[in-house]
């Protein structure tokens, strides 16, 4: 059967139209995607093909006050290698640790970091060793994702003596990552812990930068330089501490291998920390990279505890050198005057109840309270103790500061102890289990009252200025003072005497240093079943203060020996400036 012509003429047009359009769309799309979408799929092409490796950057430089370096940078060396999957990455682990020692554990935490971010090489060593490196740069061939570069390694040059305030650097861990805190952060880079290294991070932090290494299907590296323009890391600015790193030396080797206890030394004009060491101390330099597992077992295993910063979290009785305080709330509430008497004189001992020794068993006979705070005599200020009551001597504790913080610029400052109510010993021993004698054991800083080294420094940096206590800080900046001694300045004086006479011929004058005139206060903290601990803290030079230090030796020592360390450190910080003619003697 024909069609007619026109019927042909008809489907030809239809058939022509098709084509037309057909041709018109595929016109259409190449046009899109060879000239609109070109960008993006040479971009995709690249991502395809490149891989981006990050370049940590530098953390910033810690100095202290003289511009001696307390943190820095040295070349170190990184591995991480890249990989496709997860199962490729757990071969390569796996053969890896047939050349270098990488046990399960760590396998499986380097699997983690590559989940978190599978786009960036999965970071195996984050500080590698030169004989690692070397080792695996020579068997390169067996890894061929491997990436090794340089890196930037914190060292701290006096890794020993810093421990207390420097902390160290780590790998961000897991629980870090989740935390909006740390946005922004990716798996294997290093953060900063404790110490000046983590209370300023944002600070310390380097801009990582980044380059690229062509891959092939496999995701092995055919090519690592000139594939793509680099950006280069950049280190913040550097930090300026109130360090004096000789003084925080000298602490480090007077206190040797002997001592144990803490150093804390401020400047009482505007509470910049000039030292402060914690004894027996460690090595943070070791836990650079992490620290080896026999290194950490053995500070865990030390019984006398190198890890913990006793300068700012070790809480101890003040014992005496809380005197101080008792005669302010006495003197703030018009009990007594630096002339005043107590109705009953020393003998060695006081009865209340039961008996309350003095520490001298000879007694210091009818004093003033000018000589009670030279002497330290404890049946004076048990007497003052009584007079001011149990409730005021508690309200006024609180009102000096010894129930905060100091809320210095370091993390995981311990708060001190101290009862803030007569509520306090009912919730602790029963409404029964104690009786208004505990008044006598706190007015000579004893029993429910436990001090850090740093707030006992910042309490005597107000009695040693105007009254007013600053805020301890570490880097340098403006610091506000809280006015916490309220005295007229002639009371505040004849406190200040009272402490100068301590050093001159009361308790502490074994510690006397020619050519310094000293204050402060001597104390031994009753510490069953062990040997008492031994307190001094004060200040030099008397009319003209340029420094605080608190000390506290543990066991077995008296608070002549605290002194003895406290008035060293005063003349290595003192003396040292005068030959610089920085300081005029008083």
């Known amino acids: 059967m024909s069609l007619h012509p026109n019927e042909v003429l008809r489907r030809a047009r239809i058939a022509r139209g098709i084509l037309l359009v057909s041709f018109g769309a595929l016109a259409i799309g190449f046009f899109r995607a060879q000239v609109l979408q070109k960008a993006a799929y040479v971009l ?3 991502n395809n093909r490149l891989r981006e490796v990050p ?13 001696e370096i307390i943190a820095e940078n040295l070349p170190g060396y990184s591995v991480s290698i890249l990989s496709p999957t997860e199962d490729s990455l757990r071969i390569a682990l796996t053969t890896l640790a047939k050349v270098t020692p990488i046990d399960s554990a760590q396998q499986e935490f380097i699997v983690r970091r590559f989940r978190r971010a599978p786009q960036r090489p999965a970071v195996i060593f984050g500080d590698a060793s030169f004989q690692v490196v070397s080792v695996l740069e020579e068997r390169r061939v067996e890894f061929p994702g491997l990436i090794i570069q340089s890196a930037p390694k914190r060292y701290y040059p006096d890794g020993e003596a810093m421990a207390a305030i420097v902390g160290y650097t780590g790998e961000i861990s897991e629980q870090q990552l989740a935390s909006t805190k740390f946005e922004g952060y990716k798996a294997g880079q290093q953060v900063g812990k404790l110490g000046l290294e983590q209370q300023y991070e944002a600070e310390l932090r380097g801009k990582e930068g980044r380059r690229f290494v062509e891959v092939d299907a496999r995701n092995r590296v055919v090519r690592d330089a000139g594939v793509r323009a680099e950006e280069q890391p950049e280190a913040p600015p550097p930090l300026q501490t109130n360090i004096d790193l000789d003084l925080q030396r000298f602490a480090h080797a007077y206190f040797g291998d002997s001592l144990r206890g803490a150093v804390v030394a401020l400047d009482p004009n505007t509470g910049g920390v000039l030292a402060m060491y914690s004894a027996p101390t460690y090595d943070v330099n070791k836990f650079i990279g992490g620290a080896p597992a026999s290194y950490y077992q053995s500070l865990l295993d030390n019984p006398h505890t190198p ?12 014992a005496s050198t809380f005197k ?76 000096l500061g010894f129930k905060d913080s100091t809320r210095i610029d370091l993390p ?107 204050a402060g206060k001597t104390g031994t903290q009753q510490n069953p079943p062990h040997p008492d601990n031994a307190w001094f803290v004060g200040y030099a030079p008397v009319l003209k203060p340029q420094i605080v230090v608190a000390v506290i030796l543990e066991e077995g020592l008296h608070g002549t020996h605290a002194a003895q360390v406290a008035t060293k450190i005063m003349e290595r910080f003192l003396k040292k400036r005068l030959s610089l003619n920085i300081l005029t003697p008083d």
């Open 44 to 46: 995709q092409s690249e």
């Open 55 to 67: 370049l940590p950057g530098a953390r910033g430089i810690i100095y202290d006050r003289k511009g």
């Open 307 to 318: 890890l913990n910063n006793r300068a700012l979290n070790g809480q101890y009785a003040p």
């Open 324 to 399: 101080l305080a008792t005669a302010i709330i006495g003197m703030q509430r018009g009990l007594v005057t630096m002339d005043s008497h107590m109705p009953q004189a020393c003998t060695g001992s006081f009865y209340y109840g039961r008996v309350f020794k003095c520490w001298d068993h000879r007694g210091h006979g009818d004093i003033t309270l000018a000589q009670a705070i030279a002497k330290s005599c404890d049946v004076y200020f048990y007497q003052l103790g009584l007079k001011i009551g149990l409730a005021s001597l508690l309200a006024g504790g609180v009102s």
């Open 412 to 518: 995981g400052e311990r708060r001190p102890r101290w009862p803030e109510s007569v509520a306090y010993f009912n919730k602790r021993y029963g409404a029964r289990g104690w009786n208004a004698s505990v008044v006598l054991s706190l007015s000579i800083g004893q029993a429910d009252n436990a001090q850090t080294p740093l707030n006992m420094a910042r309490f005597y940096a107000a009695l040693a200025t105007d009254g007013a206590a600053p805020t301890p800080q570490i880097v340098t900046q403006t610091v506000a003072r809280k006015q916490v001694v309220n005295l007229s300045s002639d009371q505040l004086q004849g406190l200040q005497l009272a402490l100068a006479d301590v050093v001159t011929r009361g308790t502490g004058a074994s510690a006397q240093i020619s050519g310094l005139t000293i």
